[in-house]
């Protein structure tokens, strides 16, 4: 597998009814390091939000289902084909990886009797700032019943209080 993993991220199992730790990267001899803190020193300028994300996959209610060790292959760091692995036959069920080209959601939202800015806006109230694929289904919801406004975005914070967009983790 040498050359073809980028990262090994693990955690330590805990019992089901317990909150599950984040991931941290794997650096050899039984040592790992905190995301954040793995990437403020070997920067991946193609990953997005790689920390927040996963603790949104693994973190919490059911965060045990995402298990306890990913395997990331080089893929979404590399721009070359022939230098890109994945654990499938080639465009067979996989993943993906947390580079900015597989995590972006092209979300097209248009309405007759709308403006451009009126959609932007209730786009804005369900999704905050820093949209996540959770928000989705609120916003949908909130469409179809014909809410102009979320109250507050599915991150739960007021919509003036949401922090300013962030593509990338450091």
Same mark, same amino acid.
Request: hydrophobic share 35%; charged share 20%.
């Given at each position: 597998?040498?050359?073809?993993?980028?990262?090994?991220?693990?955690?330590?199992?805990?019992?089901?009814?317990?909150?599950?730790?984040?991931?941290?990267?794997?650096?050899?001899?039984?040592?790992?390091?905190?995301?954040?803190?793995?990437?403020? =020193?070997?920067?991946?300028?193609?990953?997005?939000?790689? $920390?927040?994300?996963?603790?949104? #996959?693994? +973190? /919490? %209610?059911?965060?045990?289902?995402?298990?306890?060790?990913?395997?990331?292959?080089?893929?979404?760091?590399?721009?070359?084909?022939?230098?890109?692995?994945?654990?499938?036959?080639?465009?067979?069920?996989?993943?993906?990886?947390?580079?900015?080209?597989?995590?972006?959601?092209?979300?097209?939202?248009?309405?007759?009797?709308?403006?451009?800015?009126?959609?932007?806006?209730? =786009?804005?109230?369900?999704?905050?700032?820093?949209?996540? $694929?959770?928000?989705?289904?609120? #916003?949908? +919801? /909130? %469409?179809?019943?014909?809410?102009?406004?979320?109250?507050?975005?599915?991150?739960?914070?007021?919509?003036?209080?949401?922090?300013?967009?962030?593509?990338?983790?450091?």
């Amino acid at each position: 597998m040498r050359g073809v993993l980028d990262l090994i991220l693990t955690r330590r199992p805990v019992p089901v009814a317990d909150n599950d730790a984040p991931f941290e990267v794997y650096v050899g001899n039984g040592q790992t390091q905190p995301i954040d803190v793995y990437l403020g =020193v070997h920067p991946h300028p193609t990953y997005v939000a790689v $920390a927040a994300r996963l603790r949104d #996959l693994a +973190v /919490g %209610l059911h965060g045990e289902r995402a298990g306890d060790v990913l395997l990331l292959a080089h893929n979404g760091d590399r721009d070359r084909p022939e230098d890109r692995f994945y654990f499938a036959t080639p465009y067979h069920s996989w993943h993906g990886s947390p580079s900015e080209q597989d995590s972006r959601i092209p979300l097209v939202v248009a309405h007759a009797k709308r403006s451009a800015a009126a959609l932007q806006a209730t =786009v804005r109230s369900y999704l905050g700032q820093n949209p996540r $694929a959770q928000a989705i289904g609120a #916003l949908l +919801v /909130g %469409l179809r019943e014909g809410k102009a406004s979320a109250k507050t975005p599915v991150s739960g914070r007021p919509p003036e209080q949401e922090a300013a967009p962030s593509t990338r983790d450091k």
